[in-house]
């Protein structure tokens, strides 16, 4: 293990008495996730969503168009039933959603992990695309405290606009407020990565052991986006369809026994197909009435899985006739994800620290 810096800031060497005192040199370590609204409440869901469904990313209609009807329509409504969706799943101890309880618990572990292996010579700490703690204050942060040297981790798997992309935009639009900018990096998306795919095994095998009935199907819930976004460009489909396979392949399974689907549809748009709402209750109908499902896009359950898998999408499953319903939870703090997290963060941290 390397030696500790301490964090008293000194005047470099050779420099003259009155020059700006200077921390020692750390390197940075961002985790970034999605983002979380602050409470339940209307006004603090109207904060989160129309900063959300502000990004250009997510929504990219022209902004005279989208702006009325989502300040004057959407906002005005919306607000209301996502609160009560967040509510249904609210970590009412902590006061915050599950993906922030999460996402801290995965922060501490990576910290404790990295500083095991280089010591005080990193900062790590987490930040969320939309809502709080934002990505700008915790750049801030980091060079304050620093930090020359920055990774940016967005926990996104599969890399799409309206998920790595804006988390990257979000950090670089960061990086032009500072004076003296860090240098910076960006994890690529893991969609392949092998101890990812064997942490995503592992969970399934775990969850398969312990039901009481063997599921049938496994049905692979990925986020959706608009099938426009494909034929623009953006990798996702791909990519999601490129998980399931090695995913299939590290089972040993075939063809029947896992497929791909894409949920949260939103807008008037043609998205991504097959939709998990509507899958679900075909495989009911064909008289496949046990299945898990889990969500390889997600490194956290959060409103996505806890409220609209495990209800919204079992009701779907249950009211076409299945009987035996199992979601397999995401990764989240596993010991099996956080090897896999810690290991793609050690590799791209190769140049910059002298292990």
Not at 42 to 51: I, T, V
Not at 262 to 273: K, T
Request: proline share 6%.
């Amino acid at each position: 293990m390397p030696e500790s810096n301490t964090d008293a800031a000194i005047c470099p060497m050779h420099a003259p008495s009155d020059h700006p005192k200077v921390k020692p040199a750390k390197v940075g370590i961002l985790l970034a996730n999605l983002g979380t609204p602050d409470g339940t409440d209307y006004w603090s869901m109207r904060r989160y969503l129309n900063e959300f469904l502000s990004d250009k990313r997510v929504v990219d209609y022209s902004a005279w168009l989208w702006q009325p009807l989502l300040q004057l329509v959407i906002l005005t409504k919306r607000p209301f039933s996502s609160g009560a969706a967040y509510k249904s799943i609210w970590n009412e101890e902590a006061n915050e959603s599950p993906l922030l309880t999460i996402t801290k618990a995965q922060t501490a572990d990576m910290k404790k992990r990295l500083q095991q292996v280089y010591g005080d010579d990193v900062v790590v700490d987490f930040c969320m695309r939309y809502g709080n703690p934002s990505t700008k204050s915790k750049v801030r942060e980091m060079v304050d405290a620093g930090c020359q040297k920055i990774l940016f981790f967005p926990l996104y798997p599969h890399y799409a606009g309206a998920t790595s992309a804006t988390a990257n935009d979000q950090f670089f639009r960061a990086l032009m407020d500072e004076k003296w900018q860090p240098v910076a990096r960006v994890v690529e998306p893991y969609f392949e990565d092998p101890a990812y795919i064997d942490a995503l095994a592992q969970s399934i095998e775990t969850a398969y052991e312990a039901a009481e009935t063997k599921p049938e199907v496994l049905v692979c819930s990925y986020h959706g986006v608009p099938q426009r976004y494909l034929m623009e460009g953006d990798p996702y489909h791909c990519q999601c369809q490129k998980t399931t396979r090695l995913l299939k392949e590290r089972l040993g399974w075939d063809d029947t026994q896992i497929i791909t689907t894409f949920q949260s549809r939103f807008g008037p748009e043609e998205w991504l197909q097959p939709y998990t709402v509507e899958e679900v209750a075909r495989l009911a109908e064909r008289g496949k009435t046990n299945i898990a499902v889990c969500a390889p896009a997600f490194s956290a359950d959060c409103i996505e899985t806890l409220e609209e898998i495990n209800e919204e999408i079992k009701e779907s499953f249950e009211e076409a006739g299945g009987e035996h319903f199992t979601y397999i939870p995401c990764l989240n703090d596993s010991d099996a994800h956080m090897d896999a997290l810690s290991g793609i963060v050690q590799r791209n941290l190769k140049g910059w620290l002298g292990i």
